[in-house]
């Protein structure tokens, strides 16, 4: 079964920066399509990013994009998601998830195995 583990959250200032980590374990991460969502309280997951098995194709979607960017370290098993100038709107639950594809999705139902979330409050 397929197991992925995610760090990296936390509370941080608005304006401030974290990166999420989201590692592997138990199987080979690179020919998976990672994907990043978010889910606020009362809201619906919403697709933030993707990245395929060798980093080429990409998705940013319009609310971080040129705040958030996505990459991913096949050597060392883990998908990361860099956050910048973060804002309030910005807290959510975390989530990364992975399928197997060569395309990028940022449709939760595209993919079957998910971490376990990690909290990213944007607070003053």
């Known amino acids: 079964q397929l197991q992925l583990v995610q760090s990296g959250g936390g509370l941080v200032q608005p304006g401030g920066s974290l990166r999420l980590s989201c590692a592997a374990s138990?199987?080979?991460?690179?020919?998976?399509?990672i994907g990043w969502f978010r889910q606020a309280p009362g809201k619906e997951r919403e697709g933030v990013s993707c990245?395929?098995?060798?980093?080429?194709?990409?998705i940013i979607a319009d609310s971080v994009k040129g705040r958030f960017t996505i990459s991913r370290d096949n050597a060392k098993n883990t998908a990361y998601l860099h956050m910048n100038s973060l804002k309030p709107g910005d807290t959510a639950v975390y989530y990364c998830?992975?399928?197997?594809?060569?395309?990028?999705?940022?449709?939760?139902?595209?993919?079957?195995?998910w971490g376990q979330g990690t909290q990213v409050i944007v607070s003053s």
């Open positions: 998830a992975a399928h197997v594809t060569t395309s990028c999705s940022v449709v939760p139902d595209d993919f079957p195995s």
């Open positions: 138990g199987f080979t991460l690179e020919p998976y399509t």
């Open positions: 990245i395929n098995g060798w980093g080429g194709s990409r």
